[in-house]
């Protein structure tokens, strides 16, 4: 099975921040990847598809990059919606594994 | 519009069964595979599995093999997630979601509001 390990695991920034969050896989997975937010309460919801395209309605602040086992989300300028918790997810092969999430908090 | 509708919460105790249910509509039910997701009360998300109502062609995670069961109703356009023998260790909230394939790759693109099920005794 194909580990996924999310970086770091919690963040504080400020409103206008630019924020990075990192998913590594354990073997190269092309750009079968995916980010998710969840808001507390809710379903997670889908930002970002194969690695880096962005999903109808999503803000442009948001964008992803990277291939073969080094990801990247990036939030160019923090808004106050923005806070929440972000997952990555493969899907290479099955089990198509989460990351462990990174929880974007207020500074 | 896409939407998925899960039912309601569950309180069990352990070693009941339980069968959750997740109503798709505004799309054919039966050409996207559905995945079931695991959260944990404060903890990540678990990838259980994805089954195609199609031909009910499932794949389980490990973890959640023989734990476990997929079915669907195309009929009903439902997908059921289903235990024989809860244990506490089950308690969380199940998400159901669609899967499609964007061309470049698979992703869950809408998803049930999610389905929580305590287990205790």
């Known amino acids: 099975d194909i580990q996924v390990t999310q970086s770091p695991s919690s963040l504080s920034a400020s409103v206008g921040d630019r924020v990075t969050i990192n998913c590594r896989t354990s073997q190269s997975i092309n750009i079968y990847l995916n980010w998710y937010q969840q808001k507390p309460g809710k379903a997670p919801k889908l930002l970002i598809s194969s690695a880096s395209t962005l999903q109808s309605g999503v803000p442009s602040r948001f964008s992803g990059s990277g291939s073969g086992t080094d990801f990247t989300l990036t939030i160019s300028s923090l808004q106050p919606e923005d806070y929440a918790t972000y997952f990555c997810?493969?899907?290479?092969?099955?089990?198509?594994?989460f990351g462990q999430g990174t929880k974007l908090e207020i500074k | 519009e896409v939407q998925l509708v899960q039912s309601g919460a569950e309180v069990k105790k352990p070693g009941e069964s339980l069968k959750i249910s997740c109503k798709g509509s505004g799309y054919t039910f039966s050409n996207n595979w559905i995945g079931w997701v695991r959260q944990m009360p404060g903890r990540g998300l678990e990838w259980m599995g994805i089954m195609y109502p199609g031909d009910s062609d499932t794949r389980y995670s490990p973890s959640f093999q023989g734990q476990v069961t997929f079915s669907a109703d195309t009929s009903i356009s439902t997908a059921y997630l289903q235990w024989n023998s809860l244990k506490a260790s089950d308690t969380g909230i199940y998400y159901c979601?669609?899967?499609?394939?964007?061309?470049?790759?698979?992703?869950?693109?809408?998803w049930g509001q999610g389905t929580l099920v305590t287990v205790s005794s």
């Open positions: 997810q493969h899907t290479s092969s099955t089990p198509c594994t």
């Open positions: 979601a669609r899967q499609v394939w964007t061309g470049l790759t698979d992703c869950f693109d809408h």
